[in-house]
């Protein structure tokens, strides 16, 4: 990616809303210059002042902290200068007014970490490990992404990219000098290396696959019809009373979401109404809001009333969807497959809690995972299939020039995942969906 022209930008870091401390972060050339106009005295690295911040009128805007951080030593690589005032919106608004007239502008949706990784202070993998930070959605998945952040996640793939350089150094030197008496081709060193490389993917691409289901979670949708229990089985999952349960057909009429925690994987659960037949509009509308809810999902929990005895000749041939017999309190003779509970008394819970790991794919041992990305898990993958595409021509061939382009194509895949090699386009997309002033 080309670097642009370096100008001083300027953003609001902390959330929005009120709180006890608001932060406005600046990086850049003239960030120096600005930060001492803004605290009417010098600053020194990486020391904190305390200064009032004035207007053009020299009228007292806010009172606080401002913090220098000389480049390259910040976490853009550029000058960086932190402003921490009071947390009110009216007074941030005015301190980043202020800022800007002075001379920065508004930054875009994280070009401060669009910055840190063209100046190679952290690679892509690693800028996007600083968006799922900030969403993590369980304990388990902020830890994920944290060890993404550190640099875990690319110190495997760099791992994997050392494997794949020696080995296209050995194959090329190989073609290179053909003339030699010893056949390096046929040397089973070649052949060994590339399955120890296969195992290597196939064991990063697992951590890989657990990190990117902690990231995005399941998206579970709740169907089924009218009173079969479903609000009330989301709000037993849940914890507490996240829908309204009534004994009136028809209570859910639109979609209620709720994001749970089971032993660390993030489900996003989707209650929705009733599908029957009705002349309602409203819940007409809310019906056909549950049938583009269900088409959407990961995965889908059918609840059936286990009393209502129309519905226990069910048959659901769909690996999408998973049978859940609810109200099993009042009737437990139900013999058909399926998962049986009493949203009413807990019975089963923990049951239909394991089977969603499993749906998930979770394994709940996760102290070593990372968070990842789909797009990280089909570089992978792409990479995984031009290796075993390189042995099928060793093995089959003896192709020593269509092995090492093989091995070329394996290397840009997986230089795609740090930004080593990435288009400007997908570079722009990533960083766009940051938050402003990170």
């Known amino acids: 990616m080309t670097k642009p022209v370096v100008d001083t930008i300027a953003a609001i870091a902390t959330p929005p809303g009120k709180g006890g401390v608001g932060v406005i972060r600046l990086s850049g050339p003239n960030s120096l210059e600005i930060g001492e106009q803004l605290a009417g005295k010098n600053l020194q ?64 949706a994280g070009e401060f970490s669009e910055r840190a990784f063209l100046n190679d202070k952290i690679d892509l993998a690693q800028a996007e490990a600083i968006a799922d930070v900030i969403d993590s959605a369980t304990e388990q998945a902020a830890k994920g992404a944290m060890r993404s952040l550190q640099g875990e996640f690319s110190n495997k793939v760099n791992d994997l990219l050392k494997e794949l350089i020696y080995l296209r150094m050995y194959v090329e030197a190989a073609i290179d000098f053909p003339d030699e ?68 057909a028809g209570t859910t009429r ?93 019975l089963g819970l923990a049951e239909l809690r394991n089977h969603i790991k499993d749906v998930a794919g979770y394994a709940q041992n996760t102290e070593t995972v990372f968070t990842a990305r789909r797009r990280h898990l ?23 020039e269509l092995l090492a382009d093989e091995l070329l194509q394996a290397q840009d895949s997986l230089n795609e995942i740090t930004g080593e090699f990435s288009a400007d386009d997908l570079l722009g997309e990533i960083f766009s969906g940051f938050c402003i002033g990170k």
């Open 181 to 248: 008496e010893i056949d390096f081709l046929a040397d089973e060193k070649i052949r060994k290396s590339i399955e120890a490389l296969q195992l290597s993917l196939a064991n990063t691409i697992k951590q890989a696959g657990q990190g990117a289901i902690l990231r995005n979670g399941l998206r579970l949708v709740i169907a089924g019809k009218p009173n079969a229990g479903k609000s009330s089985l989301l709000n037993a999952l849940a914890g507490h009373d996240a829908a309204i349960v009534t004994d009136v």
């Open 45 to 108: 690295v990486r020391k904190a002042h305390y200064a009032h911040f004035n207007d053009a009128s020299n009228e007292v805007i806010d009172t606080g902290l401002v913090l220098y951080f000389a480049g390259p030593n910040s976490f853009t690589g550029e000058d960086v200068v932190e402003i921490q005032g009071h947390g009110g919106p009216v007074i941030q608004d005015l301190l980043l007014k202020e800022v800007i007239r002075l001379g920065a502008r508004q930054a875009r």
């Open 254 to 346: 639109d979609i209620v979401r709720e994001t749970i925690d089971i032993d660390g994987l993030p489900v996003h659960i989707i209650d929705t109404a009733g599908l029957r037949d009705s002349d309602d509009t409203v819940e007409k509308i809310g019906i056909e809001r549950a049938r583009k809810a269900i088409d959407e999902a990961d995965h889908v929990l059918h609840i059936i009333d286990a009393n209502d005895s129309s519905e226990l000749t069910a048959n659901i041939n769909n690996d999408k969807t998973s049978l859940v017999f609810n109200k099993v309190d009042l009737n437990n003779d139900v013999n058909q497959q399926g998962i049986k509970v009493s949203a009413l008394t807990g």
């Open 378 to 400: 089909s570089a992978l993958a792409k990479a995984r299939d031009a290796v075993e595409r390189g042995l099928e021509q060793l093995k089959t061939y003896n192709a020593g």
